[in-house]
């Protein structure tokens, strides 16, 4: 990995209103884990993600005040086909999540995890520590919180945490990502569905 080089990922292909950034998983992962001087958000968008926000205004705003939209499933790629502006492959947001705990061990990086059931979430951390000794937890809470819930943001920002997953299940982890980014001052966030659970096992 080139260290500080920083691609210019403005490339852009639009399905369904949504606008996906044209790159691959390497090329991705070589972006996020590039310093950046402020919180980002990650939104990895398979197509029922896409349909939801078709008939969601709201949610549609909401993904789109993120930083990145990632294709996440074959799905999308084939979508990108039909309308002849083909996205080079799938990032599916299980993977790309692994490549970042992966690299988090590599260097030693911190991250939090946000969402699940308590012990669900409890079990998901011990297994990363198990895979991943090098990374450091620096905090988890359960998910069935209030999205007005400031305490476990103020939390997040102390914890520090280079990488943070959200696992709240669409659209509430876009959404809360959303409204408190802003408060946060580093981090990469991303929201991961039912990840939890198969890490839990
Ligand atoms: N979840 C949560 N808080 C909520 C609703 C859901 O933490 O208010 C968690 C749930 O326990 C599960 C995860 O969100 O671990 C993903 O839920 P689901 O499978 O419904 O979402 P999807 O994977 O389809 O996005």
Same mark, same amino acid.
Not at 87 to 114: A, T, V
Not at 120 to 139: D, S
């Given at each position: 990995? #080139?260290?500080?080089?920083?691609? $210019?990922?403005?490339?852009?292909v639009?399905? #369904? ?11 991705? %992962?070589?972006e996020? !884990?590039?310093p ?7 939104? !990895? ?6 349909? &939801?926000? *078709?008939e $969601? ?6 993904i ?14 084939i979508?990108?086909?039909?309308i002849?502006?083909?996205?080079? +492959? ?5 993977e790309?999540?692994?490549? #970042?705990?992966?690299y988090?061990?590599? $260097?030693? *990086?911190?991250?939090? #995890?946000? /969402? ?7 079990? =998901?951390?011990?297994?990363?520590k198990?895979k991943?000794?090098? %990374? !450091?937890? =620096?905090g &988890? $809470?359960h998910?069935? @919180?209030?999205?007005?819930n %400031? ?11 280079d990488? @943070?997953?959200v ?6 982890? +876009? ?8 408060? %946060?001052? *580093?981090?990469?966030l991303?929201?991961v569905? /039912?990840?939890?659970? @198969?890490w839990? /096992?």
């Amino acid at each position: 990995m #080139l260290k500080g080089f920083r691609i $210019h990922m403005n490339k852009q292909v639009e399905i #369904l209103n949504v606008p996906f950034i044209h790159t691959t998983h390497k090329e991705f %992962l070589n972006e996020i !884990t590039s310093p950046h001087n402020h919180p980002i958000h990650v939104v !990895t968008a398979n197509p029922e993600i896409v349909m &939801y926000a *078709k008939e $969601h205004p709201e949610y549609m705003r909401t993904i789109k005040q993120s930083d990145y939209i990632i294709a996440d499933g074959i799905g999308i790629i084939i979508a990108s086909k039909m309308i002849n502006k083909p996205l080079p +492959e799938r990032i599916p947001g299980f993977e790309l999540m692994d490549d #970042l705990l992966n690299y988090s061990n590599e $260097h030693k *990086k911190r991250i939090y #995890l946000l /969402g699940a059931k308590e012990h669900v979430v409890r079990n =998901a951390q011990q297994q990363i520590k198990e895979k991943y000794p090098n %990374l !450091t937890i =620096a905090g &988890y $809470h359960h998910g069935y @919180i209030d999205t007005d819930n %400031l305490e476990v943001v103020e939390e997040i920002r102390q914890s520090e945490a280079d990488f @943070i997953f959200v696992a709240l299940g669409y659209p509430k982890q +876009e959404e809360w990502i959303t409204r408190h980014k802003a408060k %946060l001052n *580093k981090g990469v966030l991303m929201g991961v569905g /039912g990840s939890f659970d @198969i890490w839990a /096992g």
